[in-house]
């Protein structure tokens, strides 16, 4: 008896999805890990703020800086978490995994010779307002190999 498109199409996913999940690769633990450890993070600082805004009985002067506090925590995680990888995007690319340094460079559309230069300066290549006799930064070479 021929099964149906259907049934194929979902015993199709469900051992591609099995055998993804039994051998994952580096960049699926590397997303996985993340994913957790920020989720994690999240959670902890927001359970541990909830505790300490029960166990406090404050003035209003201070729950004004409560609020403020908590308002803006999920800004400053985003902010840190954004910067983290920024930074490993721009001076350690290796680490991140190869589609998600391609959606950056797309997203971002930064001149690949400042990333170059950033990456110099980092390296101590490349100092402002010294002559290092290297001029390949400023040639127009149009490449994309950030």
Do not use: C
């Amino acid at each position: 008896m021929a099964k149906s498109p259907e049934v194929v199409q979902s015993e199709l996913l469900y051992w591609i999805f099995r055998f993804h999940l039994l051998q994952p690769s580096l960049t699926l633990k590397r997303s996985v890990a993340l994913f957790v450890f920020v989720r994690a993070l999240d959670s902890s600082l927001g359970l541990l703020w909830s505790e300490y805004r029960k166990s406090r009985a404050l003035g209003e002067h201070k729950r004004s800086l409560e609020a403020h506090v908590s308002g803006y925590a999920d800004i400053a995680l985003f902010i840190v978490s954004a910067g983290a990888v920024m930074d490993a995007w721009v001076y350690r690319p290796d680490t991140l995994p190869k589609s998600y340094r391609d959606w950056i460079r797309n997203a971002a559309q930064v001149d690949d010779r400042l990333v170059q230069t950033l990456r110099r300066a980092r390296r101590g290549d490349f100092v402002y307002g010294k002559d290092t006799k290297d001029i390949s930064l400023l040639r127009n070479n149009n490449s994309t190999a950030v």
